[in-house]
């Protein structure tokens, strides 16, 4: 039997979702509901496979949606078992503004 990995999302994870659903309901009513349920299946599958996509710069994990072009990008900290969820981007992002967001939101509170 393996490891049951424990799932921690970031709490400014929400407002990037909240930001994405927004932009989507001004399309489709139906858009913001398929965009939830995309992300839900990355992090059950984060979850369940956290080490099954590459690394990139040297810590970071991200999974594309499959219909939205959105990245959930997460570290694994094996000590804990967790998979920590640190936000969702879009991904045209540059990637150096994708890292800084990154680098920010693994930072402990009260740290530069």
């Known amino acids: ?24 309901a001004e399309f489709d009513i139906d858009l913001p509901r398929a965009l939830i349920d995309e992300v839900d299946g990355a992090m059950a599958f984060m979850q ?15 999974v594309a949606l499959r219909r939205f072009p959105y990245l959930v990008c997460y ?3 094996d000590a804990t078992a967790t998979v920590r ?17 990154l680098r920010t939101r693994t930072q402990p509170p009260g740290r530069p």
């Not at 990995?5 to 400014?12: I, M, T």
């Not at 496979?49 to 994990?61: D, G, Q």
């Open 85 to 101: 969820v640190l936000a969702l981007v879009h991904a045209q992002r540059d990637p150096r503004w994708i890292l800084e967001r």
């Open 48 to 62: 369940q496979y956290p080490k099954a996509v590459a690394t990139f710069a040297l810590r970071y994990r991200r």
């Open 75 to 77: 570290r694994v900290l």
């Open 1 to 24: 039997m393996g490891v049951i990995w424990h799932l921690s999302v970031h709490p400014d994870v929400a407002a990037d979702a909240d930001e994405a659903i927004a932009y989507y």
